[in-house]
């Protein structure tokens, strides 16, 4: 065995690059190759490998130095046993063509194709060289359409096997089209996206010389940058599970992103403790910690709502008993419940329609409706009711965006009914209930239960809905508090219809009532607002003709 030194290798022209993560300890046993820490520059990070297999005796820098090429960075005591795969010598040549890449200099800048128009030129920005690499995925793209970028603003993120690069814009300007998405490969002369760049009557040398009053100027100017997601991204740990926001910026090295994939994890969800919020590989191990443990305690059930799930007991020790898997229904509905009910501040609002006219009404439909072959049950003017309810109360026809902290407002009113069947609840939807009459409704609804129960519905009939109806009225019932289908806000439950003694004034009236339950998401909906929904429930359902007006 012999002590050599580590030192930092060609860089590829880089000056100084930042240590952002030392991947080993001292003591560790390391193949030749084998990363042991994570340097970056302006433009990428890149992990130096060990010169030879061995072991790390002595590490004498830390996160944040600044090194170049030939500094020592530690010794290692060398086992002249290679250690590493047959593939060391090709990764170390990618690798060190790679480093190149990343440190390319600003005259490896391409040459654009050039259309002008009036003061502004718009220019097709290319992918400049690879050094070698092509087919390389995009992982990111930084900007959006419309952004305003200063010339060396990260434009795409690139990754290869062992390096990620950003591709900075080589001028100041406003972003045009971007003509690729996450995912395409890449290599050198690729297009990339258009870019408008202002002449303001300077000769284009002059206008590419602006590029540091332009970048300022758009630093300035670009609050929806993407850069600004990660701070707003939720984190799984203590909070209810959401997905990320699309665009949300990862910054971690490759062999951060290589041990997520290894281990699953998803580096959107994972808060960076590294400089400049970067992810180092214990951020990562403590995330998939975490996730496991709450996965444990929650029974693997309420992973992420920090709530603690429900220990099952032997059961056999006090009966017989026998297991079966569910249904993939069964598993689904469960899941979606639970996500409601965790997610949303749940208030039920009950009231009681008259309906005894509505039902005389209905009754006197039967011979019209055997005629038609549709039988008018009292959902349609539930539907009828509702749909004049969500348009005079367009507050109850939202959805809520927290990730963005917007109200989704809709437009349209389609509404879902809740089907009980042999194989579990299903919810079809009715699209335009506002824009249908009574037999069309009746029609249709019954149309849609029975495709529910025959498991012919197509995921297009069961999605898109603004609100939903869960009717339990021909079972039976007086009031239940239903669970927001979400992401609607509301729902109504509707409970059996009954005879009861009604004051009018002067005397007890013989009417029959109808029990009404609206449960609504609080965040979106207020409690006087809910009462207003139900008081018109009753008024439209007490007396249908008001449905006309
Ligand atoms: N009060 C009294 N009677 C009622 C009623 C009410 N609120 N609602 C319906 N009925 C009567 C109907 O008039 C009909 O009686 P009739 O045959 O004498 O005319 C009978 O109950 C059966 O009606 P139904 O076939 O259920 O038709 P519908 O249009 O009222 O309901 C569905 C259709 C699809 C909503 C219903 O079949 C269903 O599946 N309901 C269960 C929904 C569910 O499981 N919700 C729970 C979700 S957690």
């Known amino acids: 065995m012999s002590e050599q030194e580590i030192k930092v290798p060609d860089l590829g022209g880089a000056d100084e690059v930042e240590i952002i993560e030392i991947i080993v300890s001292e003591g560790d046993s390391v193949a030749e190759e084998d990363p042991i820490l994570t340097v970056e520059s302006d ?100 900007v959006s359409e419309g952004d305003t970028v200063g010339e060396d603003d990260p434009l795409v993120t690139v990754e290869s096997d062992k390096a990620t690069m950003e591709i900075p814009s080589p001028y100041a300007g406003k972003v045009g089209k971007i003509l690729v998405k996450e995912g395409d490969k890449l290599s050198e002369g690729s297009d990339l996206l258009e870019m408008t760049i202002e002449d303001d009557g300077e000769d284009e040398e002059e206008a590419a010389d602006s590029g540091d009053s332009a970048k300022a100027e758009s630093q300035a100017s670009k609050p929806e940058k993407k850069d600004s997601k990660p701070e707003a991204a939720p984190q799984p740990q203590g909070s209810t599970y959401e997905p990320p926001a699309p665009g949300t910026k990862v910054h971690a090295g490759p062999a951060v992103r290589k041990l997520a994939r290894e281990l699953g994890a998803d580096l959107t969800r994972v808060k960076g403790s590294g400089p400049k919020g970067r992810i180092i590989k214990d951020d990562v191990h403590a995330y998939v910690k975490s996730q496991l443990q709450q996965a444990q305690q929650g029974g693997g059930v309420a992973v ?105 407002r809709k437009k349209y009113i389609h509404i879902g009914i809740a089907v009980d069947t042999p194989h579990g609840l299903m919810v079809p939807v009715i699209r335009d209930v506002d824009q249908k009459g009574l037999w069309e409704l009746a029609a249709e609804s019954a149309e849609l239960a029975q495709k529910a129960r025959d498991k012919q519905l197509k995921p297009a009939e069961m999605q898109g809905a603004c609100f939903t109806i869960t009717s339990l009225g021909g079972i039976g019932g007086t009031a239940f508090t239903p669970i927001v289908n979400t992401p609607e806000v509301a729902i109504l439950g509707v409970s059996k219809a009954s005879m009861k003694p009604v004051w009018d004034g002067k005397e007890f009236q013989p009417r029959l009532m109808l029990p009404l339950s609206l449960s609504y998401d609080h965040r979106a909906v207020n409690g006087a607002d809910a009462a207003r929904f139900t008081n018109l429930l009753t008024q439209l359902l007490g007396d249908i003709r008001t449905l006309l007006l």
């Open 43 to 142: 433009k990428a990070s890149v992990e130096l490998p060990a010169p030879a297999a061995g072991k790390i005796t002595k590490i004498t820098v830390k996160v944040g130095d600044k090194v170049k090429e030939g500094d020592v960075i530690g010794m290692l005591s060398a086992s002249g046993d290679a250690g590493g795969s047959d593939d060391a010598e090709e990764d170390k040549s990618e690798e060190k063509a790679e480093e190149k890449s990343e440190a390319r200099s600003e005259d490896s800048k391409p040459a654009p194709k050039k259309k002008k128009s009036g003061g502004s030129r718009t220019e097709v920005v290319k992918v400049p060289s690879l050094d070698g690499f092509d087919d390389v995925p995009v992982i990111e793209i930084n």
């Open 304 to 408: 992420g709502s920090g709530i603690p799930g429900v220990k099952l007991p032997d059961f056999s020790q006090f009966g017989e008993i026998e297991r079966e898997g569910m249904s993939r229904m069964m598993a689904a509905t469960a899941t979606n419940m639970q996500r409601s009910w965790l997610n949303v501040p749940h208030v039920t609002q009950f009231d009681d329609a008259d309906i005894t006219e509505m039902e005389a009404f209905r009754k006197g439909q039967k011979a019209a409706g055997e005629k038609r072959g549709v039988k008018m049950t009292p959902l349609p003017f539930l539907l009828k009711a509702c749909a004049a309810a969500l348009a005079e109360l367009p507050q109850f026809n939202v959805s809520l965006d927290m990730e963005r902290k917007e109200v989704v």
